[in-house]
């Protein structure tokens, strides 16, 4: 049994030993092959050549004008200096959040009334429930530095700050992220990392990049690590190789460890062959086919395994001329298993925060299905683009359907319209139909959910946008209608309807401010919220860059 | 019904078909590879029609006369390595009766643009495909480059560099190599290929692939190049070397800053010319750059842009025609591609050669239309049962938990919630307490397993 247990990491470590000497192959430079006799021998000569030609041979004429052009002039100084290879993009932003009541109970009885010694007959009653508004801060900063100190070195750092700027209480609709871990600010190091490239001229490092601190990398599943990764890019291929620790702000688990690597092959101009592997407690392997077809046709196909079990397959075929009038896309994939992970790869790692006394949500997985994906645009003139998606789902068995997994329909379709300069409008409408969800067939046990879920969904959305100053300043605003069909152990909700309102304004002060401001407002479903009439949130920001 | 049918029998019909495509297209493209040669567009040579055979000028008379390259190709002067364009004079010996008897057009249309001819006014250009293919494909930057790297004092710039490519009074593009240049080293006695007014049909195709000038596909590999590589010079981009050379001396640039893949290319199929995502790390991001010539004011480099400020769909404001609604669905290969442009209105977006690492930039700040006021507190739940993929594009590792594992609105105050507040609320939408719990952990704690 311990065998057992520690064959797929032996597999993996085999895995990785290979993959390291296939690295390791792959980064030797060009010039490596220098070594032999003859290249050697070679390097000489066209060295001689040179020495020829720049000491002896060539004789010394006046050079190009172009060449010759004298440089501007510049005065270097420390803090000069710094600010000239300094960079910065900030967006802060104020949001306030207003909620309306209705005077109704909550679906549990609460009602905002004081607490008082003697019962009310009229439900439960708790104020904090019914907190009507909030105020909140957010900010994004983020920083760095390109080749200051030497032309090698690059640094980029994203901080990322939320405040509550009034209390929010316990019970209140206005909670968010902010309030969670009885935390009321959130401080958080999104990214901070030093490059060290090389430079063309460096030889076997060539097109190398070294990466130090708090990143992501993208491949077989987001990496987001305080670790090193290596990145080598070559005209035929390119790789990156990475690992370190996992970091978080939202729970403490106990595996931190993750690595992986991402390798890419060109085939000529229009092919490439890429594998991706991540490791984290399990092996995540992604191997991906791309080809183009001349200018318009574009082919990818993908195959991913977690641990030793093939889970998807899928294959992308789109269509896009280049006048960009039209575009057409074919997908299909196929899960093969549900061997994966059902939402988060981090799920099998265990949560020893105190503060998370639940483990994962029960999304339960992805079941086996195939699915089939017809998405197309077409502008009809300069003034009318029409578009569409049709999508298509179908779980391999029946009996997987789950409360969150079923076959269904998806149809979505859209017209954007531009009647006149600086105007456009835009609709889309979209309906979901799932399939597989019959009262005919009663639950079996009180925990039983196969039945449960959304029968159909329905969204309209309609926004008109219109821009003044040459762009500088565009307002838009819409609206959005949701309807839901809804099925439950003891309940059938038809058309639950939400509906609101949407609008922003934006504004460039300069080329790199631009001021902001979004307002929505939104009902809810009232099945589910009888007390809540609407909410409201205005949001004024400032982006900038220096 | 039969709607869904019809839906899924297409759906399932199609799959079949797309794995079938998936092979046609692999054997489709291996096919168009070895047929693309053979039908190439433009290399049809003057002459030639439809319904004839193409006739192939040097190929002819290479292999079926027999004919050595100086046949024709004489030096300008005796000990010059600069040789004149072939006239009458080389032609005549052979053809000595179509020039001055029976007149073919056969004959005139491979050098004269009109027949009969006029003057020397309607001669085609010389070489014959001149910026329009390579006339030494095989050229290797990397056995030519100066291993030493060495500087000329005078320029400031590489030697190497610089002694081939010359610049033209405007200094926009630099001009490439010609025989004068190429002499420097390949004139010497014992160099090969040797380069003389004596060079032989040898020497000759150690650069030069004849047979291959009208007909670019007759060898196995595929000599035929992207016009920009031939010409240097990319269409509709407005650039000048020297405008970058006065700057040279603030930002501590060189060749090889934007060439840098010219060092190791090995033949010019492989010669990477620099992109526009190379521009960033000068046009972007310095603040020495002056707002006028930074990325986001395209006229600085594309010429069809009209004159005045950038179009309206690239302002930052308004989106591009690609922005449509389903490109907020299927962005993903647009976006992960090397160079794929979203930091030219994406001021957060970090360009970089691997275009996959850009994804965090925009997927760290920008919130979808659809997280509206109730979005987090109600609508969420039921969207991310739909399609909980979606969320994770976002929201990765344990998001959802940091709120999931607070006590909810619902179940305050908690003491009236489990006394009997939580009946309704299950009643009504029991998926949503298995979301957090499950029967054995919670409800068993007061029910009795008959409940089940």
Known sequence: ?546 | MDFRRWVIGLALGLNRGLVCGIVCLAAGSVYANSTRAQQTSGTQPAGSSASQAPFYLHDYHLKQVGLDCDACHVAQKEGSVVFQRPGHDQCTPCHDDDFNKDIKQKICVQCHSVFPPTSSDDLLPFPRYKNVRPIVYDFSHAKHVDPHSRIDARTGFRADCAYCHHFPADGAYATFGDHVICAGCHSKAGMKPLLSDKSTTADCRGCHHPEEIENPGAATVHRELASFVVSGKYQQIRFSHADHFREKGSYHFDCTTCHYEVASSTSLSSLSLPKMVDCVNCHSVSKRIEADYRMSNCQVCHVDVPSGAVPEFHSGIVKPPSHTESFRFHHADDASKPGAPCFVCHINVEPTAIGQQQCASCHRVMMPVSHTARWKDDVHGKYAALDRMTCSVCHVVDFCNRCHNQTPRSHLPLAQFKAGGHAQLAMLNERSCFTCHTFSNTCGECHSESLK
């Open chain 1, 1 to 546: 049994m311990a065998y057992l247990s520690r064959l797929p990491m032996q597999k993996f470590a085999t895995l990785f030993a290979a993959l390291c000497l296939f690295a390791a192959a792959c980064a030797a430079p060009p010039s490596v092959s220098a070594n032999s006799p003859a290249e050697d021998k070679s390097s000489e000569s066209i060295g001689d050549a040179w020495d020829n030609l720049l000491k002896n041979t060539i004789p010394q004429t006046t050079p190009d004008a172009a060449l010759a052009t004298a440089p501007m002039t510049y005065e270097a100084s420390p803090a000069g200096d710094f600010l000239d290879h300094f960079f910065m993009n900030n967006r802060t932003e104020y949001m306030r959040t207003q909620t309306y009541f209705t005077g109704l109970p909550t679906v549990t009885g609460v009602i905002n009334e004081p607490a008082s010694s003697v019962a009310n007959p009229n439900g439960i009653p708790y104020p904090p429930a019914f907190q009507s508004d909030t105020n909140e801060m957010y900010s994004v900063v983020n920083w760095g530095t390109r080749g200051w100190l030497s032309d090698r070195v690059n640094s980029n750092f994203t901080l990322n700050y939320s405040q509550d700027l009034t209390h929010v209480t316990d019970a209140s609709p206005q909670r968010s992220i902010i309030d969670t871990f009885d935390s009321n600010r959130r401080l958080e190091l999104i990214s901070g990392y030093i490059d060290i490239d090389g430079r063309p001229s460096d030889g076997a490092f060539s097109g190398t990049s070294l990466r130090v601190g708090r990143q992501d990398v993208y491949g077989a599943e987001l990496a987001e690590m305080d670790g090193v990764s290596f990145t080598l890019n070559r005209p035929g291929y390119s790789w990156t190789i990475y690992g370190g620790r996992r970091y978080t702000y939202f729970s403490d688990p106990a595996q931190r460890a993750m690595g992986g690597g991402n390798f890419l092959i060109r085939f000529g101009k229009d092919s490439t062959f890429e594998y991706d592997t991540f490791y984290y407690i399990r092996g995540t392997n992604l191997f991906r086919y791309r080809q183009t077809f001349g200018n318009a046709w574009f082919f990818s196909t993908g195959f991913r395994m977690v641990g030793s079990s093939p889970t998807d397959f899928n294959a992308d075929a789109i269509w896009s001329p280049e006048d960009g009038r039209t575009s057409l896309r074919l997908s299909f994939a196929q899960k093969i298993t549900n061997k994966d992970y059902f939402y988060d790869y981090t799920e099998d790692a265990r949560d020893f925060d105190p503060r998370n006394p639940l483990f994962r949500l029960n999304l339960e997985a992805l079941h086996p299905h195939s699915q089939f994906i017809i998405d197309a645009s077409r502008a009809i003139n300069d003034r009318l683009r029409l578009g569409g998606t049709v999508w298509v789902r179908r779980l391999n068995n029946i009996q997987d359907t789950g409360p969150f997994d079923t076959s269904f329909q998806d149809y979505r379709g859209y017209c954007q319209m531009s009647p006149w300069s600086s105007v456009d409008l835009l609709f889309t409408y979209h309906l979901r139909d799932s399939d597989n969800r019959s009262k005919n067939i009663p639950p079996t046990e009180f925990d039983d959910l196969s039945n449960t879920g959304e029968t159909k969904v329905q969204d309209f959305t309609a926004e008109v946008g219109r821009t003044f100053l040459r762009g500088r300043l565009a307002l838009r605003a819409g609206g959005f209608y949701r309807n839901l069909n809804f099925l439950d152990q003891f309940t059938v909700i038809t058309n639950a309807r939400d509906k609101g309102v949407l609008g922003d304004a934006a504004f460039k002060l300069d080329s790199r401010s631009r001021l902001y401001f979004d307002y929505d407002l939104d009902t809810d479903y009232s099945v589910f919220r009888p007390d809540i009439q609407n909410s409201q949130t205005f949001r004024f920001g400032l982006a900038w860059s220096y």
